[in-house]
């Protein structure tokens, strides 16, 4: 059985999400897809829209078979250690032949010598990259910056860099190396709607970003945009409470984390650099609004992107502290391998993972004691906690529910 793997959030499940599978199925000539998806929090350190369980159902319904959790510890971190954590997941099980990840490009030939350059940064390029991002950039274009000035690279090659998807696939390709894995990767081309595009750019695609939009103050029209069974889960979880969620609705959490916490006790939240403790002291009081959102637009500066801001955050609602997420902890990849849900075809992935994995895998949060199981069930709690009414079997449902089987 040839197996290939994909990296997804699925903040909720669409249509061009649905192509995506298609087209994976098409250019890897595979039987079946393992799916490897963040559970409670996105990779912007926003809580999920909906909760893990109701999105790998969606995936499920959309042509996934297996549902891996990428634990939240690599979930809500910038792209290196995303595709890190989630890469190494692929590389764990031992039956993944390939990857398959959309990127604006659509072309490994145009992405390999950006992974060469990558994977392999002299002391200068680093040195370079460093005084580009005290001026502010982000990582991208710091290293596109650097890199053409030393010539490294083509001004051409350099502007793959200032696209989304181009930037995480190229951090699947390193990861891939890093591990030395002999997963294959390849990348279909994404069309008709952005990542982080607002409104939609197509009779039937829109991003997840415009979506999220849609469900929150135009829901009625999310129909035209998601398959029929994504929009069965959608009401079904909507008209139960459990979602749409959002970040201001965990506002009064925050508010208290904050409150209560001394500067030296913030200081010790990963992420917390160059004394934005104190900032965040000194602006609550003088906030014009009571608000995630307007906490991070008066926070927000060239150097702290909204993204950055809103992970912070996240770390901060999440109990993610510096003792506990590390350098040498991440680099040493999840710790096993978390099942949301299977199909049929899943069932026998998991019967050859059983002989072929490298990490353990886990049906019940209550069988594996890990820091990172931990951080995954605060993560399924905090989300909850924007469930409307609240649920004690909701807010645990790590303990309660079992992997979703379609």
């Avoid at 990348?187 to 197509?202: A, F, K, V």
């Avoid at 409307?388 to 979703?404: A, F, G, N, V, W």
């Amino acid at each position: 059985m040839k197996v290939t793997g994909v990296i997804v959030e699925y903040n909720p499940l669409h249509y061009g999400h649905q192509l995506h599978l298609e087209r994976t199925r098409q250019v890897s000539g595979c039987d079946a897809i393992i799916a490897v998806m963040s559970g409670g929090f996105t990779q912007r350190g926003e809580p999920a829209i909906f909760s893990k369980w109701a999105r790998a159902e969606m995936a499920l319904s959309a042509g996934c078979d297996l549902v891996l959790e990428l634990p939240s510890a690599y979930a809500v971190q910038p792209a290196e250690w995303f595709a890190y954590g989630a890469v190494a997941m692929l590389h764990a099980t031992g039956i993944t032949d390939s990857l398959v990840f959309g990127s604006e490009s659509g072309s490994l030939e145009a992405l390999r010598p950006l992974a060469d350059l990558l994977t392999d940064e002299s002391p200068q390029l680093q040195q370079s990259i460093r005084q580009y991002l005290d001026q502010g950039m982000s990582y991208p274009a710091a290293l596109g910056r650097a890199a053409t000035a030393s010539d490294l690279l083509s001004a051409e090659s350099a502007a793959l860099l200032g696209q989304p998807n181009n930037t995480l696939g190229l951090q699947y390709m390193i990861a891939l190396r890093r591990l030395q894995s002999n997963i294959a990767p390849l990348t279909i081309q994404r069309e008709q709607s952005g990542y982080h595009d607002m409104q939609p750019s197509h009779d039937r695609i829109a991003s997840a970003t415009a979506i999220r939009q849609m469900l929150l103050n135009e829901p009625e029209k999310v129909a035209q945009y998601v398959p029929p069974a994504v929009m069965d889960i959608i009401q079904r979880e909507s008209n139960a409470g459990r979602g749409p969620v959002h970040m201001n609705q965990l506002w009064l959490p925050l508010l208290q984390i904050l409150t209560t916490s001394t500067v030296s006790e913030l200081e010790q939240y990963y992420d917390m650099n160059e004394g934005i403790e104190y900032r965040l002291k000194k602006l609550l009081p003088s906030l014009p609004e009571s608000s995630v959102h307007q906490l991070i637009s008066s926070l927000k500066t060239k150097r702290y992107t909204y993204a950055r801001l809103q992970r912070l955050l996240a770390h901060l609602l999440l109990g993610h502290r510096r003792d506990l997420l590390h350098e040498s902890m991440l680099s040493q990849g999840p710790a096993y391998l978390r099942v949301l849900g299977f199909t049929a075809t899943g069932q026998e992935l998991l019967k050859r993972m059983k002989q072929t994995s490298s990490l353990p895998i886990v049906m019940r949060a209550v069988d594996m004691k890990h820091i990172q199981m931990d951080l995954d069930i605060r993560a399924t709690v905090m989300q909850a906690a924007g469930f409307q009414p609240q649920q004690i079997k909701d807010l645990y449902s790590d303990y309660y529910h079992p992997p979703m089987r379609v």
